[in-house]
């Protein structure tokens, strides 16, 4: 067979395996979210890691209340900014002023503050968390409009 011909022949089958191609619908693209609102499946991760996170520093609470520090020089400094930290996530996390955890974090930082707080003795770290710690836990759960 001449090369014309092969050619020929060869155009031809490409031409009409394409033409199976080309009456194919094109895939549909998953559908997107609305900006600002995650996937379900992220949200669901999300959600899940937030859980896990706020069950780990549950177990990490101290008999007292308290979550450690930062160990530094050979001491432990900023007990009260931890344990408002601390307070904070599990706040974030959906925890509430009347849960265990909680309620027990307030008492160990009143105690804490009483000892540690007066005469300027508490650092600017320990105080800002203090306030955002009991801001939120007194301000109770967001409502959502």
């Known amino acids: 067979m001449p090369t014309f011909a092969r050619l020929a022949i060869l155009l031809l089958l490409l031409a009409l395996g394409g033409a199976g ?27 899940q890691a937030i859980e896990k996170g706020a ?38 996390a959906g925890d509430q002023r009347g849960d265990a955890v909680v309620d027990k974090i307030h008492a160990y930082l009143k105690k804490k503050d009483e000892l540690h707080g007066g005469a300027g003795s508490r650092a600017t770290y320990d105080t800002g968390l203090l306030i955002m710690f009991l801001t939120a836990y007194w301000r109770g759960p967001q409502v959502e409009d």
Request: aromatic content about 4%; proline content about 8%; cysteine-free.
């Open 21 to 47: 191609t080309r009456a194919q619908a094109a895939p549909e693209e998953p559908a997107r979210a609305e900006p600002g609102e995650p996937d379900p499946a992220l949200q669901e991760a999300i959600n």
């Open 55 to 92: 069950n780990w520093l549950r177990t990490e609470q101290a008999m007292n209340g308290a979550f450690g520090g930062v160990t530094k020089d050979g001491g432990t400094h900023h007990q009260i900014g931890t344990a408002a930290l601390v307070g904070l996530a599990l706040l974030a």
